[in-house]
């Protein structure tokens, strides 16, 4: 059963930078892309970052990039999310995903 467990969120305020992070257990982790994902109050869910099996390739939203960073550790099974130059619209639940399944997520909130 395919389990993933978000964390790392918070209060920020603009300008600054949170790590999420994303436990993942219940699937051969290293075989699978993994992407982060957001969805602020009253929009759709929204993809944020993809990252391939080996951690090799990355995609990333227009609105993300150049500010945030996925990694992974495949010996861990943990994904990461490192999220800089945060701005008041970066604000929404994030979640981490995988195989069609999703964690419960972790707020994120940028305010001053």
């Known amino acids: 059963q395919v389990h993933l467990v978000e964390s790392g969120g918070g209060l920020v305020q603009p300008g600054g930078s949170l790590r999420l992070s994303c436990a993942a257990s219940?699937?051969?982790?290293?075989?699978?892309?993994i992407d982060w994902h957001r969805r602020a109050p009253g929009k759709e869910r929204e993809p944020v970052a993809t990252i391939s099996r080996t951690g090799a390739v990355t995609n990333y939203a227009d609105s993300v990039k150049g500010r945030f960073t996925i990694s992974r550790d495949n010996a861990k099974n943990m994904v990461y999310l490192q999220m800089t130059s945060l701005k008041e619209e970066d604000t929404a639940v994030y979640y981490c995903?995988?195989?069609?399944?999703w964690g419960q997520g972790t707020q994120v909130t940028v305010s001053s």
């Open positions: 995903a995988a195989l069609g399944n």
């Open positions: 219940g699937f051969t982790f290293s075989s699978y892309n």
